[in-house]
């Protein structure tokens, strides 16, 4: 009995990374809200270990993996840019993406502004944090 349930745990272990990456894969797309991070963030760590950085083009997102990088599209004015995801969030309701002044400037955003942006996975990302990469 003890076997057969170490078993189902380990099996159910094993498969985890695999459910977790369902629907985050290349090609995924969603739409929301996405807003500007504070300039005031710049030298804090993100989630993912990095350091923030307000001139890079990155961005806060709730489940993709750390390093993927994401196509978000400003519909108003149909400027695009590529961001790659190094932190969590957003934590307020109804947002799906937090981005740098650097990213919101890219796309015609004003940095206090919020807009609807579609968000399309581009590529995959490992998911490992800074920590992770230096063990």
């Known amino acids: ?13 094993g498969l985890a990374p695999v459910v977790m990456a369902q629907g985050q894969t290349v090609g995924q797309k969603e739409t929301g809200l996405a807003a500007v991070y504070s ?3 710049n030298g804090h760590v993100t989630a993912s270990g990095q350091m923030y950085n307000g001139s890079a083009l990155t961005a806060a997102h709730k489940t993709l993996p750390y390093g993927t ?3 978000v599209t400003n519909t108003k004015n149909d400027k695009s840019v590529v961001l790659q995801v190094n932190d969590r969030g957003p934590v ?3 947002r799906i993406l937090d981005i740098t002044p650097a990213a919101a ?8 502004a ?22």
């Open 92 to 94: 307020q309701a109804g």
């Open 69 to 71: 990088k994401i196509k």
């Open 39 to 41: 300039s005031r963030l």
């Open 114 to 135: 919020m807009r609807d942006v579609p968000v399309e996975v581009i590529e995959q990302g490992n998911g490992k944090t800074t920590r992770q990469h230096a063990e």
């Open 1 to 13: 009995m003890k076997r057969t349930l170490m078993m189902f745990f380990v099996a159910v272990l």
């Open 105 to 112: 400037a890219r796309l015609g955003i004003p940095r206090k």
